[in-house]
């Protein structure tokens, strides 16, 4: 006898951008918004019954109302009120889950009059993924697409080696990757004091750039596990943190055919290959704390 399982449903990739005028200077709120709610939904499966269905379309129409009523201090905050008010406000919903991306804009300077011109940043999209059960929640944030390049301080030597290794060992490589991050708060109940959701973003970012900075590395793997304990041991908030780090392969290009010596000491020059590449992923955890975050952060 078949049984329906784990069901929800919402309206995914609401983009909102909302406008905030002080003065002649504006300020840019940018988002992709997607809800999604689970709860009393068996007859809506069983028998086409609508009686406990918020329409779809109304999720997407709250969107825009908070961001009107509320304005959206940070993409946490706003993920928050949306959770808490599909929970609290529709009996058969037992669960909100909120993921949202938001896109960058910095000013564009210039001898105008007044501070509204902007241009996309496109460093990276903050990410955030709110749920919300009734009595507690759980807090994911991060970031996707944050390329970064050590052009040395990197090497890769003394691995396993069989019969159908070809690669060379190097001592002094580039080391390139396109960050994928994910990281989980602590902070779970109305009753705890809640993090500054901006302040914990700038921070998570810039130690977990540090770290890949000043890190010697013999292996991505290395890089990877130092820039998620930076990010735990300076971070009280976050107890969580995992990232996926595809291996943007640089590699010197044989130049010994034209009479070229092609070497690190000079001008080298390197092919930047797109695939195959290496795909590096971990979890760092507070001591004490058990892994959440799902292994696939597509899903996430």
Same mark, same amino acid.
């Given at each position: ?11 995914? =990739? ?24 689970? *709860? ?10 609508? &009686? ?14 908070? &961001? ?53 940043? *496109? ?45 060379? =060992? ?42 890949? &900075? ?87």
């Amino acid at each position: 006898m078949p049984i329906l399982g784990q069901n929800q449903y919402g309206k995914a =990739e609401t983009r909102v951008v909302r406008v905030t005028r002080d003065g002649a200077t504006h300020h840019i709120k940018d988002l992709n918004v997607s809800v999604s709610l689970s *709860g009393d939904m068996d007859e809506v499966h069983h028998s086409g019954s609508n &009686a406990n269905v918020l329409p779809t379309d109304t999720t997407k129409n709250t969107v825009y109302a908070f &961001a009107k009523e509320h304005g959206i201090d940070s993409v946490e905050q706003f993920g928050i009120r949306l959770a808490r008010h599909f929970v609290t406000s529709q009996k058969p919903i037992h669960r909100a889950r909120v993921r949202i991306e938001e896109y960058a804009w910095e000013r564009i300077e210039h001898s105008g009059q007044g501070a509204h011109s902007f241009v996309r940043t *496109g460093q990276e999209t903050r990410l955030t993924q709110i749920t919300y059960d009734g009595s507690s929640w759980e807090v994911v944030s991060g970031l996707t697409d944050l390329t970064v390049m050590n052009s040395t301080d990197s090497e890769f030597r003394g691995y396993v080696k069989d019969k159908y290794t070809t690669l060379p =060992e190097a001592s002094d490589r580039i080391l390139a990757t396109q960050v994928r991050g994910r990281w989980r708060f602590n902070w779970s109940r109305d009753d705890q004091e809640t993090p500054d959701w901006d302040t914990s973003y700038r921070e998570t970012r810039k130690h977990l750039l540090q770290a890949f &900075a000043e890190t010697y590395s013999r292996s991505l793997q290395q890089t990877l596990y130092q820039m998620g304990a930076r990010v735990i041991d300076h971070r009280g908030e976050i107890d969580e943190v995992r990232f996926s780090l595809p291996n943007k392969h640089h590699f010197l290009v044989d130049l010994e055919p034209f009479g070229l010596k092609n070497d690190t000491a000079d001008g080298a020059v390197y092919f930047a290959a797109d695939r195959p590449y290496g795909l590096i992923e971990a979890t760092v955890l507070r001591d004490g704390c058990e892994a959440r975050i799902p292994v696939d952060l597509t899903n996430l």
